[in-house]
């Protein structure tokens, strides 16, 4: 069993930045780990996806203002959001998938996801 704590949502300012944080417990040995956000009437989507190689995938949307890293034990997530704009208000959630395809690949596909987490809010006011 895997499990999240997501931390560090907050309301900031346009072109502000924030960090967010993860605390993963339970065995993530060759699993996908990501970030995933959605906002009010919107479908989930795929911010960002990294391996145990630390290899990385992003959402055009957000590629060049978003890093996705994890700590050497592997047991805390981070999100670093720079520039932030209001398009990026949305709840963010880390999940893991555990699974034969590539997490570039998982990255628009939520649904492989099997463990998530409980969610933390970000709103950008411009």
């Known amino acids: 069993q895997v499990n999240f704590v997501e931390i560090g949502g907050t309301t900031v300012q346009t072109g502000g930045s924030l960090r967010l944080s993860c605390r993963v417990s339970?065995?993530?040995?060759?699993?996908?780990m990501g970030w995933f956000r959605q906002a009010p009437l919107n479908e989930r989507e795929g911010v960002a996806t990294?391996?145990?190689?630390?290899?990385?995938a992003y959402a055009d949307s957000v590629k060049g203002r978003f890093t996705i890293s994890q700590g050497d034990a592997k047991n805390t997530l981070f999100l670093q959001m720079n520039r932030l704009e209001p398009e990026d208000t949305a709840m963010y959630y880390c999940a893991a998938y555990q699974g034969s395809l590539s997490c570039s690949w998982s990255l628009p596909r939520s649904y492989l996801y099997d463990y998530w987490g409980q969610g933390t809010q970000v709103t950008v006011s411009s």
């Open positions: 339970g065995e993530t040995y060759g699993f996908c």
């Open positions: 990294i391996d145990n190689g630390d290899t990385t």
